[in-house]
């Protein structure tokens, strides 16, 4: 397979016509399912979840540029509108997350980094979000796939595929994983 590997931002990734798992789940269920998605773009509170724990885990100095957390106030009152007034333009186009949002983002962030094996593989990553680019050779269709870390553990490089579930009870987790086609 040749291939290029760019570090590109998500939306760009994201934008860019290749196939990837994602559009393959959608054309598992049916091809107009699949094209519908594909030129509807969907944003979830999940997927927005995903991407600020992206940022936090893998990339945390990029987090604080991103992400606001937005402030408790009434946005009904005089004062809670000239609060919020204020904060958005402070914001400066960062992504608003709610406090209980930041809140549950950051208790994902402890526990990770409180499991001794996941510590130590964040410890060891070398590259972080990285876009990989190839032409199937059997169908010539164009691929993309997104790479969340990359890490060297002995002589293996490993892949890191950082994914956030409901429940991570082993057979929840294995449910989700055929679910969502992450296998």
């Known amino acids: ?88 333009a402070k914001a400066a186009g960062r992504s608003i997350l709610p406090q209980e949002e930041a809140d549950r983002i950051t208790a994902m962030s402890v526990a990770i980094d409180a499991h001794p094996a996941a510590a130590n593989i964040l410890s060891l990553i070398q590259a972080t979000e990285l876009s990989v680019f190839w032409r199937d050779e059997q169908t010539g269709a164009e691929c993309k796939a997104r790479i969340d870390a990359l890490c060297q553990v002995g002589e293996q490089l490993l892949i890191v595929d950082l994914k956030s579930t409901r429940d991570a009870s082993p057979e929840e987790f294995k449910r989700s994983t055929h679910t969502f086609g992450y296998h």
């Open 1 to 88: 397979m040749n291939g290029e590997i760019k570090r590109i931002p998500f939306d760009a990734y994201a934008a860019h016509p290749a196939i990837n798992n994602s559009f393959l789940g959608d054309v598992r269920r049916s091809p107009a399912h699949a094209i519908y998605r594909r030129d509807n773009p969907r944003d979830t509170e999940a997927m927005a979840r995903g991407l600020a724990l992206h940022a936090m885990i893998l990339e945390p100095g990029t987090f604080g540029e991103a992400y606001v957390v937005a402030p408790a106030c009434d946005r009904r009152t005089k004062e809670g509108k000239a609060l919020w007034a204020e904060f958005e």
